[in-house]
């Protein structure tokens, strides 16, 4: 669209009416150099002389969208802008000044999701230009549910000479196939995407993006990841695509956390050289990313804190095919999860809390059940009237950002029968894509069902996820591994539920605290008071319990206190000791040995400090947060 633009500059003389008595083009020229501060200052200059300036209130709205992203300010500007140029008839001879206020307008209205305003303005550049543009309604058309329309006005353009609008068409429909779960067809017109921008040398981050976000469905997980990569090389500052994003979440789900991590700050980094619109329509939806790998590492309190802001903030959808309501949902699931991971780390530290602390962690255990009682409502709200259920079940749903290893959990909120009718009823189904799915489903399946204690139906499910499940999906299978753990023991079978619970915990350390199960472990000291007193306090925590498959022993040696998890076989799985310092004494050395237990074998070996963590908040890395009336 902007070579466009820049088509009617070149060819429309400038007036003598211009600001400062700068010309248009060198005003654009402005524009192009992202010199906002500079433009915001002639806007006011000129609107302090006349506030009926048309193009005083154009730049004005330019500087308010590109410079400092206040979408409803810009749309205000644009807007009198639009008005004063049709009555003051600017440029008369080729309406330059109404088609540049037009370009800005669309992209706004589209990004404010005002899909008919959206509709309108493309009409009159049509009205206007004579060319035709028609091909940017296909995302309003999209998004208002005209299906049919799009696929009839993008029909039109996928043979086009103009390759800017034969790739326009083509990345729509493949989101309109992609929206609709038609997962084939829109990979495929992913496909002739891509191959027809490599053979115009014009490959960009959107398309790769794009592609690799169909292939997932598709179970297609190494060309996601290589388009992923490819994605990263072509850097543009005006793309609404951050492969980074994706290829964090992938990492994160694959169990290769120091890759997440990485991918995280490469994630921020391109956001911040993004163009500021661009950066602040995104910022968020970026927060959320990082506090899916801050959980997945253990960092429960720093994921909760970055969620709560989140919660006060959210994004606009206008330049993604999912809607507002899709992206709380989703936001929503992952606070959840925080939550009950929070309120588990609670009830293991009162296990070993003196009275001033215990009292803290029941007002904060309060505090969270208050607020999961909010977000199972909303989300019931959110789910259950709009017949959303199967979407949100169903694993790689479009535009559904929650991430496959703690979908499973999204039963939580929602009535667990209920939740059990809609996955029987999808796994019931014949088709390529019911049989890419069932793995994934029968997973839910399984875990909804342990959920109502029906531990023999659920073990077969299970058992089937377990054999059926990529490899790739690592923290999905430590789920199903520590779930068939569960089942086993509760059917007596020890030995197979060892095996089991050694499975997950390799995967994924911290899947227990997530899933509220313990260990079965045989206690044992060595008669020392220091030791006596750590296993009175392991005893109470919520991550162990008294059974046949581990070995838990507490020991005091020249000034230490050891603590040793091991199989049956004798196998050390966990050793960690802490010095026992004559001014603390025993007492002390036992919290915080229970602590350190806690922490290393519940939760990802993965230290960071302060800053490593601050790194991966894209606001915190820019000195602000936000909240619901404003920053702090």
């Given at each position: 669209?902007?070579?466009l633009?820049?088509?009617?500059?070149?060819l429309?003389?400038?007036?003598?009416?211009?600001?400062?008595?700068?010309?248009?083009?060198?005003?654009?020229?402005?524009?192009?150099?992202?010199r906002?501060?500079?433009l915001?200052?002639?806007?006011e200059?000129?609107?302090?002389?006349?506030r009926?300036?048309a193009?005083g209130?154009y730049?004005m709205?330019?500087?308010?969208?590109?410079?400092?992203t206040?979408?409803?300010?810009?749309?205000?500007?644009l807007e009198?802008?639009?008005?004063?140029t049709?009555?003051?008839?600017?440029?008369?001879?080729?309406?330059?000044?109404l088609?540049n206020?037009?370009?800005?307008?669309?992209r706004?209205?589209?990004?404010?999701?005002k899909?008919e305003?959206?509709?309108?303005?493309?009409?009159?550049l049509?009205?206007?230009?004579?060319i035709?543009v028609?091909v940017?309604?296909?995302?309003?058309?999209?998004?208002m549910?005209?299906?049919?329309?799009?696929?009839?006005l993008?029909?039109?353009?996928?043979?086009?000479?103009?390759?800017e609008?034969?790739?326009?068409?083509?990345?729509?429909?493949?989101?309109?196939?992609?929206?609709l779960?038609n997962?084939?067809?829109?990979?495929?017109?992913?496909t002739?995407?891509?191959n027809?921008?490599?053979?115009?040398n014009?490959?960009?981050?959107?398309?790769?993006?794009?592609?690799?976000?169909?292939?997932?469905?598709?179970?297609?997980?190494?060309?996601a990841?290589?388009d992923?990569?490819?994605?990263?090389?072509?850097f543009?500052?005006?793309?609404?695509?951050?492969?980074w994003?994706?290829?964090?979440?992938?990492?994160t789900g694959?169990?290769?956390?120091s890759?997440?991590?990485?991918?995280?700050r490469?994630?921020h980094?391109?956001?911040?050289k993004s163009?500021?619109?661009i950066?602040?329509?995104?910022?968020?939806?970026?927060r959320?990313?990082?506090a899916?790998v801050?959980?997945?590492i253990?960092y429960?309190?720093?994921?909760?804190?970055?969620?709560?802001e989140v919660?006060?903030?959210?994004?606009?959808?206008?330049?993604t095919s999912?809607?507002?309501e899709q992206?709380?949902i989703n936001?929503l699931?992952l606070?959840r999860?925080a939550?009950?991971?929070r309120?588990?780390?609670?009830?293991e530290?009162?296990?070993?809390a003196g009275?001033?602390?215990?009292?803290?962690?029941?007002r904060?255990?309060?505090k969270?059940?208050?607020e999961?009682?909010t977000?199972?409502?909303r989300?019931?709200a959110l789910?259950?009237?709009?017949n959303?259920?199967?979407?949100v079940?169903r694993?790689y749903?479009?535009?559904?950002?929650?991430?496959?290893?703690?979908?499973p959990?999204?039963?939580?909120?929602?009535?667990?029968?209920?939740?059990q009718?809609?996955?029987t009823?999808?796994l019931?189904?014949?088709?390529?894509t019911?049989?890419r799915?069932?793995?994934?489903l029968?997973?839910?399946?399984?875990?909804?069902?342990?959920?109502?204690?029906?531990?023999?139906?659920?073990?077969?499910?299970?058992?089937?996820a377990?054999?059926?499940?990529?490899?790739?999906?690592?923290?999905?299978?430590?789920?199903?591994?520590?779930?068939?753990a569960?089942?086993h023991e509760?059917?007596?079978d020890?030995?197979?539920?060892?095996?089991?619970y050694?499975?997950?915990?390799?995967?994924?350390?911290?899947?227990?605290r997530?899933?509220?199960?313990?260990?079965?472990?045989i206690?044992t000291d060595?008669?020392?008071?220091?030791?006596r007193?750590?296993?009175?306090?392991l005893?109470?925590s919520?991550?162990f319990?008294?059974g046949?498959?581990?070995?838990?022993s507490?020991?005091?040696?020249?000034?230490r206190?050891t603590?040793?998890?091991s199989g049956m076989?004798g196998?050390?799985?966990?050793?960690?000791?802490?010095?026992?310092?004559?001014?603390?004494?025993?007492?002390?050395?036992?919290?915080?040995?229970?602590?350190?237990?806690?922490n290393?074998?519940f939760?990802?070996?993965?230290d960071l400090?302060?800053?490593d963590?601050n790194?991966?908040?894209?606001?915190?890395?820019?000195?602000?947060?936000?909240?619901?009336?404003?920053i702090k």
């Amino acid at each position: 669209m902007r070579r466009l633009l820049l088509l009617f500059l070149l060819l429309i003389p400038c007036s003598d009416s211009a600001a400062q008595e700068m010309s248009l083009d060198a005003m654009i020229d402005l524009i192009d150099a992202g010199r906002f501060v500079r433009l915001r200052e002639i806007a006011e200059d000129e609107l302090r002389n006349n506030r009926n300036s048309a193009i005083g209130n154009y730049l004005m709205g330019v500087a308010m969208y590109r410079g400092e992203t206040n979408l409803p300010l810009a749309r205000y500007y644009l807007e009198r802008a639009r008005a004063l140029t049709s009555r003051e008839n600017f440029f008369n001879e080729q309406n330059s000044l109404l088609l540049n206020v037009l370009f800005e307008m669309e992209r706004v209205a589209r990004e404010m999701e005002k899909y008919e305003e959206h509709l309108d303005i493309v009409n009159e550049l049509v009205l206007i230009s004579g060319i035709d543009v028609n091909v940017y309604m296909g995302w309003s058309l999209m998004k208002m549910g005209r299906h049919d329309e799009v696929r009839t006005l993008m029909g039109r353009y996928v043979n086009s000479d103009n390759p800017e609008i034969r790739f326009s068409a083509l990345n729509t429909l493949g989101a309109l196939e992609y929206m609709l779960k038609n997962y084939e067809e829109s990979f495929h017109w992913f496909t002739v995407l891509k191959n027809d921008l490599a053979d115009h040398n014009a490959l960009d981050a959107t398309a790769l993006s794009n592609r690799a976000e169909a292939a997932l469905p598709l179970l297609r997980f190494h060309e996601a990841e290589s388009d992923l990569l490819l994605a990263a090389r072509y850097f543009n500052p005006n793309s609404y695509s951050n492969p980074w994003q994706s290829l964090a979440l992938r990492y994160t789900g694959g169990g290769r956390l120091s890759e997440g991590l990485s991918a995280v700050r490469e994630m921020h980094q391109w956001s911040r050289k993004s163009n500021p619109t661009i950066e602040q329509q995104r910022l968020n939806e970026y927060r959320q990313v990082a506090a899916v790998v801050l959980m997945a590492i253990g960092y429960d309190d720093r994921t909760l804190e970055i969620l709560r802001e989140v919660r006060n903030r959210p994004d606009r959808r206008g330049v993604t095919s999912g809607s507002a309501e899709q992206a709380e949902i989703n936001l929503l699931h992952l606070y959840r999860e925080a939550l009950q991971r929070r309120r588990e780390r609670l009830r293991e530290e009162a296990g070993w809390a003196g009275m001033g602390d215990w009292i803290l962690t029941v007002r904060e255990r309060l505090k969270i059940r208050r607020e999961m009682w909010t977000v199972d409502r909303r989300m019931n709200a959110l789910l259950l009237p709009r017949n959303r259920l199967s979407w949100v079940l169903r694993p790689y749903a479009p535009d559904s950002t929650a991430v496959e290893w703690l979908r499973p959990g999204l039963r939580g909120p929602l009535n667990n029968g209920q939740v059990q009718a809609e996955l029987t009823r999808l796994l019931v189904r014949s088709d390529r894509t019911t049989d890419r799915e069932r793995p994934y489903l029968e997973a839910a399946l399984g875990e909804t069902l342990m959920a109502r204690t029906k531990h023999a139906a659920a073990l077969p499910r299970l058992l089937f996820a377990r054999t059926e499940l990529p490899m790739e999906e690592v923290l999905l299978r430590a789920r199903v591994e520590a779930l068939i753990a569960r089942a086993h023991e509760r059917q007596k079978d020890a030995e197979s539920a060892v095996v089991a619970y050694r499975n997950a915990m390799e995967r994924d350390p911290g899947v227990l605290r997530a899933l509220g199960l313990s260990l079965p472990v045989i206690f044992t000291d060595d008669g020392s008071a220091a030791a006596r007193r750590t296993i009175r306090f392991l005893k109470k925590s919520p991550r162990f319990h008294r059974g046949r498959g581990f070995q838990l022993s507490v020991e005091t040696d020249n000034g230490r206190l050891t603590a040793r998890l091991s199989g049956m076989d004798g196998t050390t799985l966990m050793q960690v000791y802490v010095a026992i310092e004559d001014d603390s004494g025993p007492k002390t050395a036992a919290r915080i040995l229970c602590r350190e237990i806690h922490n290393r074998a519940f939760a990802p070996k993965i230290d960071l400090s302060q800053a490593d963590v601050n790194s991966l908040d894209g606001a915190a890395t820019t000195g602000y947060a936000i909240d619901l009336f404003g920053i702090k």
